[in-house]
């Protein structure tokens, strides 16, 4: 990833604050490796070898282009065929970037019907008679940890978690890893980046997908692309058993609404105990979807019926916290179970939140509080929750979870990825803001990132 070269000029400078509003940071993607098989990199007083064995990039850059267009067919991931393009110059000049499945002109449009109402877009009132649709956007939340291991990277915390979007083929832009909300402080977040990140230099582990929608609608004079973050909460996406795509939709109203992409119906999902105030939603697997109200009663959803199946009581909570005005829930798929986390916010705003685990039975339909989460660690977020193995993703505190409140926000610190992230211990039942250690999970970048020379 090399960093945008706009700010050379005032001019490009302006043009790149107003592409940025939405992100920490655009880079375009940078594909380079060394010539050689073996090559020495120096690091201060350190020197390392890569190893004889690795294979020559030039005589893979000598492969017959037939044979090259065959592994690409057979690679059915997208980002299996951009790792494939980052081999040497020759096969990056062959492979063209392989096209996403979102942003306009993808398939994932979602065309609104009439009777459905329109979003409310700066101040402007609903009318019917905008024509317009939705198009499904799409963040990636990647690990990075370092490929060669020295006495930096030997320390505790050698996973940098960051969430991209990209923004067209070969741009990118860094964002918050557990907010949609956009930094006051994003010029000294944008110069705290090295310069060139080599790919090949790290291990990359995709953890979680977060999607969001943008409204287009029709002019005269071309199309006018309008965010819906005011108005949309979240958005998850799966796929019905006959293989269409199905997209949920929270509103910040507490509405949720479930389409099939393709068709001209949207499904309205109701609670028994509060009509159309959910918090949260949730994609499991095989078309089913999940919605929690503020009750903490959840809904089942086959989107391959476009029916609701079954109701789920509210899980049994302890009664000096079953009644929290100031509580919020949330839902995260782990190790193939789905899980619900309750956050209980104390009338002292100074005070951290306190929560608790619940495990769907899905045979039973009930919620089972859970008192330790193993090996787990789960992280909540605005528009995506996921959880990681504390083995594999090495600096991450098992039976821990890292939730974002504004409580967790430092004083007199500016806006940067994670600074309103917390950790709360599960075992000690206790929350605390991150420490450096853990903050450098998420920002500033690790000390190993930037030391990371540049290969020629």
Known sequence: MKKSQSKRRKKGKEKEKETTTTSWRQLSISEMVDSSPLKRRKRGNEEETRSDSEPSVSGWSSLRSGLLEEIVERLGNRRDILNLRAVCSAWRSSIPIPLSNFGIGSPLEIYIPSGVTKPCLNGEQHYDEFRGYFYVKEDTIYCFEPMIKNSITTRANTNWFVKIEEVEPGKVRIKDLLSRSTSKNSENVVDSLPNVLNLLDYRIKEVGKEYYLEFVRSKENGLVIKPVDEVIKKVVLGQTERGEFAVMI???????????????????????????????????????????????????????????????????????????????????????????????????????????????????????????????????????????????????????????????????????????????????????????????????????????????
């Open 250 to 456: 929270l509103y910040f109203s507490g509405k949720v609404r479930l389409v099939i992409l393709g068709v001209e119906r949207w499904l309205r999902i109701e609670s028994y105990e509060y009509d159309e105030f959910f918090e949260d939603i949730a994609y499991f697997d095989k078309g089913v979807f999940y919605a929690v109200d503020r009750s903490g009663m959840t809904v089942k959803v086959d989107s391959s019926l476009m029916d609701i199946e079954e109701f789920a009581p509210s899980p049994l909570v302890p009664s000096h916290r079953k009644y929290s005005s100031s509580s919020t829930r949330y839902l995260v798929k782990s190790l193939g179970n789905l899980f619900m986390v309750n956050t209980y916010m104390s009338d002292d705003e100074a005070e951290f939140p306190t929560l608790d685990v619940f495990k769907f039975d899905e045979e039973l339909a009930q919620w089972d509080l859970v008192p330790d989460l193993g090996d787990r660690a789960l992280f909540l977020g605005d528009g995506c929750s996921f959880s990681v193995s504390c083995r594999e993703f090495v600096g991450c505190e098992e039976n821990c979870i890292y939730l974002r409140n504004d409580c967790f926000r430092r004083a007199k610190v500016g806006d940067y990825p994670g600074c309103d992230t917390g950790i709360f211990d599960l075992k000690m039942f206790r929350a605390a803001k991150l420490g450096n250690l853990h903050s450098g999970m998420f920002w500033p970048p690790p000390n190993w990132l930037k030391q990371i020379p540049i290969s020629e």
